[in-house]
């Protein structure tokens, strides 16, 4: 699993349904290494914290091998990475053998993976339909929230190694099909 793209959001206002509303949805890749902090990404736009950003949510990883699915769904777009949001952007990563409470080195930080993403409007807005939040929803594609142990800096090529693995392993997979399970 490597970093394919490190991306970056600025704070943008959206018209939704009548209301001006804040993101930092709206991500581009960037041509330097990001720095992990830990509560959130340094140069990156957090507008809602109840939802992104702090200890548990410092930093979105998605996989890089979703991208071709919703391409499919979606051709219109205009693709790039971090089109979900995400501030790394990974090879191979995979919902169903990345488990809650492993760690992870991957360049100067070490990580823990925390939690899936739980996907709202905002990502309906950024796609043009708000169908794709129960696409989403109905995919095992969430992509992975980290919390940042040791911060330090990422690039692309950076490797995502394993450092421990949970003694009592359950998925990011096993997590979103039970959040899922409960909408």
Known sequence: ?????????????????????????????????IF????????DIVVDRRYHGGIEKAVYAYSENHYSYWKKLYPQL????????????ISNLDETEIYVGSIYKLGEATIEVTK?????????????????VKQFWNSTKSGVYFKVLKTGNVEVGDELKL???TE???SIADVYETKKDKL
């Open 78 to 89: 205009n693709w790039q990475y971090g089109m979900f949001g995400e501030n790394l952007t």
């Open 116 to 132: 899936p993403r739980e996907p709202c409007y905002k990502l309906g807005i950024k796609f043009g339909t708000q169908k794709v």
């Open 36 to 43: 992990l902090g830990m509560e959130d990404v340094e140069k």
């Open 163 to 165: 450092v421990c693995v």
């Open 168 to 170: 009592k392993p359950l």
């Open 1 to 33: 699993m490597k970093v394919v793209s490190v991306n970056i959001g600025e704070r943008k206002s959206i018209n939704w349904k009548g209301k001006i509303v804040e993101t930092g949805i709206f991500k581009n890749p960037v041509n330097q290494p």
